[in-house]
């Protein structure tokens, strides 16, 4: 069975692809999820574990509708996969819509957000430069140093061996 948090990076038609849901290969059904808000901005947010993998809790982090349009989200929304009915629940909000958030999950268990745009691909001056810092045992989120570069469409940022955060593209 593998899980899909829905969320799509600006491939295919808007209808299709786009619900959070479990896909069982062995008879190919797909059953979807309940809970997430805002579902139908499901392009270019980010998914990752908030916590030790073997948790088996997943983050959705911004998005926003298809294509060239200004719509976005701030939800960060969590799922526990191993509950016995999984489905979303809200965890936090960011203060701002965001379109390709980067997101790193930290030694700590804890999320290490930045970046993104509220636009599409960061036209228009629309860059989202702020970090923040999302615990992974309430939900709150703490402002970091802002970035000083613009990173959105195209960027990634990795945990290196060091516990330093790389952040790179755009």
Known sequence: IIFSAGINQGWGPAEEGRDPGFWDLSDNSFTTVPGLRD???NET???GWLGPVNDQRLIV???GSVG???TSTGRIDVIDLGAEN???EALADLPQGTRYPNIVTLPSGDVFVTNG?????GQGGTDTLKSYLLSQEDGKLTELASPSVGRNYHSSALLLPNGQ???AGS
Do not use: H, I, N, W
């Open 39 to 41: 579902p139908e901005l």
């Open 45 to 47: 947010g980010a998914v």
């Open 61 to 63: 982090v911004g998005g």
């Open 68 to 70: 060239d349009t200004p």
């Open 86 to 88: 999984p489905r979303f």
């Open 117 to 121: 745009s509220t636009g599409y691909r």
């Open 165 to 167: 955060v790389l952040v």
